[in-house]
């Protein structure tokens, strides 16, 4: 049976699942609560598969919890997550054997040699092919003069190296990075930040971080949370942009994309949740006027408008004060 046979006949079998041979990731309204403290308050997002995600935020924003819930290391009180078409929750053997995970602080065997510490993964991982897999990511992620030295003699550039082989050893679809240059000196992040976009040819990856340089250097596009909360989910073709006015609107029925496209000077549009919507303009005039023509046109009711002209680098910088 041919690929495009599988998803129709998958399709057929449930008609409201038939979304996730598309999207890597879709994670909706979670809700994660420590105490009194929400560090998730109602995130959704979802992500395509090939897709170079950032995942941008301050300190104590939410990143690590999100990704422990992505996971399966953590479980949300409210709202899913699937990870390659399984549940998080559910289905949280699956979701391990589908990502390659690597953790805030890289938690690595010190007193390990480097293919040892990697056999020994693999063991868990129950890889078959464990001894050519091994050389294969000791190649990838240039360990070859390093592989038989001691963990605790790395240079954390190194480490991350190790760390970054070990996730990618099981061949994942999708690779989760949480904050994977963190220490590093500007040499060693150039170099990690050349392997993450490297292996990234054949992933779907997620990678949380607080610098929005970062994001720039590394992803197709960036989700930014802050408090809990996602803040701007947007491509760094549009951030690079200043000239950008957008609209979100809400209406009382729903309405095709295409027909939205055709408000004059429309860029892009994207479908929200409800009957929402994210309109895009590449202008600063006011464009209402547009939107509500549009909405009397055809027989619509605007239930709300928001309008901004801001590009998401200077949300960032007033989020985060820099
Ligand atoms: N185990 C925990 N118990 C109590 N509060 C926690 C716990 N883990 C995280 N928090 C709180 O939840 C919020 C979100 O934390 P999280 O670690 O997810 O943020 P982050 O964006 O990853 O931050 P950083 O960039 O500093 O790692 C913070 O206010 C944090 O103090």
Redesign the pocket.
């Known amino acids: 049976m041919s690929s495009i046979s599988l998803v129709f006949a998958f399709a057929k079998a449930n008609p409201h699942n038939y979304y996730i041979y598309t999207m890597s990731i879709e994670v909706s309204h979670i809700t994660k609560t420590?105490?009194s403290?929400k560090?998730l308050d109602d995130v959704s997002f979802s992500i395509k598969s090939g897709e170079i995600v950032g995942f941008l935020?301050p300190?104590?924003?939410?990143?690590?919890?999100m990704m422990r819930i992505l996971t399966t290391y953590l479980n949300a009180d409210e709202g899913t997550a699937t990870v390659n078409g399984h549940d998080v929750t559910t289905d949280s053997r699956a979701v391990q054997s589908s990502i390659g995970y690597l953790p805030?602080n890289n938690p690595l065997y010190p007193d390990m040699y480097v293919k040892e510490y990697l056999g020994f993964s693999a063991r868990i991982y129950k890889l078959e092919n464990a001894k050519q897999r091994i050389a294969e990511v000791i190649a990838e992620t240039g360990l070859e003069s390093h592989q038989n030295k001691k963990i605790q003699e790395l240079s954390k550039g190194y480490k991350q190296r190790v760390g970054l082989a070990n996730a990618l050893l099981h061949q994942p679809k999708v690779l989760i990075l949480d904050?994977p240059t963190t220490g590093l000196d500007p040499n060693q992040l150039v170099e990690i930040r050349s392997l993450i976009r490297k292996v990234a040819q054949n992933t779907t990856i997620l990678l949380?971080t607080?610098i929005m340089q970062e994001v720039e250097a590394m992803c197709d596009r960036v989700i930014i949370i802050n408090k809990g909360k996602i803040v701007a989910d947007d491509y760094l073709k549009n951030l690079k942009s200043d000239e950008i006015q957008v609209i979100d609107v809400e209406f009382d029925y729903r309405v095709e994309p295409e027909l939205l496209q055709r408000i004059p000077l429309v860029r892009e549009v994207k479908e929200l949740h409800g009957f929402n919507y994210r309109l895009r303009f590449e202008t600063k005039t006011d464009q209402r006027s547009g939107v509500f023509d549009f909405a009397h046109d055809n027989e619509l009711k605007i239930l709300s408008l928001n309008k901004r002209n801001k590009n998401l680098e200077a949300m960032f910088q007033e989020l985060t004060g820099k």
């Open positions: 420590y105490g403290q560090a935020g300190n104590g924003a939410g990143k690590s919890t805030e904050e949380s607080h």
